[in-house]
Nanobody
Framework: VQLQASGGGSVQPGGSLRLSCAAY????????MSWFREAPGKGREWVSF????????HYADSVRGRFTISRDNANNVLYLEINNLEPEDTAVYSC????????????????????WGQGTLVTVSS
């Protein structure tokens, strides 16, 4: 049972990337999923959540309007489309499986997640 994130890279401000998170050994369709990020010298920050059917999404204020979370349950893949990147978005981005299929008040807390992908680095600089 594991998650494997990919798609990071180095981009200029204003650029875009699409991150992927492939699930192995379990069905992604049974779980709510989140993306977190950890910038150099900072703690882990919750970025976005999508519920099990994929119809309800939530975003941190810092990324709302620029990031889009989505999922392909048939292919067991979670995505994060990130647009209009800013230097402050530089971080290691990780996907994580939530204990519930729906959003709760604790869904932004990293300690509520027990399965994590290894992370993919996004660097934004000119």
């Amino acid at each position: 049972v594991q998650l494997q994130a990919s798609g990071g890279g180095s981009v200029q401000p204003g650029g875009s990337l699409r991150l992927s998170c492939a699930a192995y050994g379990f069905s992604l369709s049974n779980y709510g999923m989140s993306w977190f990020r950890e910038a150099p010298g900072k703690g882990r920050e919750w970025v976005s959540f999508i519920d099990q059917p994929g119809g309800i999404t939530h975003y941190a204020d810092s990324v709302r309007g620029r990031f889009t979370i989505s999922r392909d349950n048939a292919n067991n893949v979670l995505y994060l489309e990130i647009n209009n990147l800013e230097p402050e978005d530089t971080a290691v981005y990780s996907c994580a499986r939530y204990r519930y299929s729906y959003f709760t008040a604790q869904a932004a807390s990293a300690d509520q997640y027990h399965l994590w992908g290894q992370g993919t680095l996004v660097t934004v600089s000119s």
